[in-house]
């Protein structure tokens, strides 16, 4: 005995019994004749996506298995944005290391400037640190 795929009118045809609705009740919903309707299901007109789309959502079917479409877990996706993101944490730990090893190293020689100026005459004024960019 042959198995025979179905194609996607018989498909439709199927969910629509399923769901218990007529030709007519499916193409008053969709706003065509009868007719039209019945050649969908008869693969005698040429389904459309927006058309399929209308059908499917009627039907709460999904296009891309009527079609024979079968999606990819998005594990794989899920798994390269995961190692991105560990990379992106890395970089800003890196960074993050690195802005605390200049700002120790930049208050160091400010304060070594001012034990300069201790010597010499009083510690940098406020002012005077502005005109520095400090």
Do not use: C
Not at 76 to 84: M, V
């Amino acid at each position: 005995m042959e198995i025979k795929a179905m194609n996607i009118g018989e498909k439709i045809r199927q969910a629509r019994l399923q769901k218990g609705f007529s030709q007519e009740n499916m193409a008053d919903m969709l706003g065509i004749s009868t007719t039209a309707y019945g050649d969908i299901e008869r693969n005698k007109t040429e389904l459309t996506i927006t058309r399929a789309t209308e059908v499917a959502h009627i039907l709460k079917a999904n296009v891309l298995e009527w079609l024979g479409v079968e999606l990819q877990p998005v594990d794989f996706a899920l798994e390269k944005l995961q190692l991105e993101n560990e990379k992106l944490k890395a970089d800003v730990e890196k960074w993050q290391l690195a802005a605390h090893y200049w700002r120790e190293k930049f208050e160091q020689q400010r304060l070594l400037g001012d034990l300069l100026r201790l010597g010499t005459q009083q510690p940098a004024s406020q002012e005077e640190r502005k005109k520095i960019g400090f």
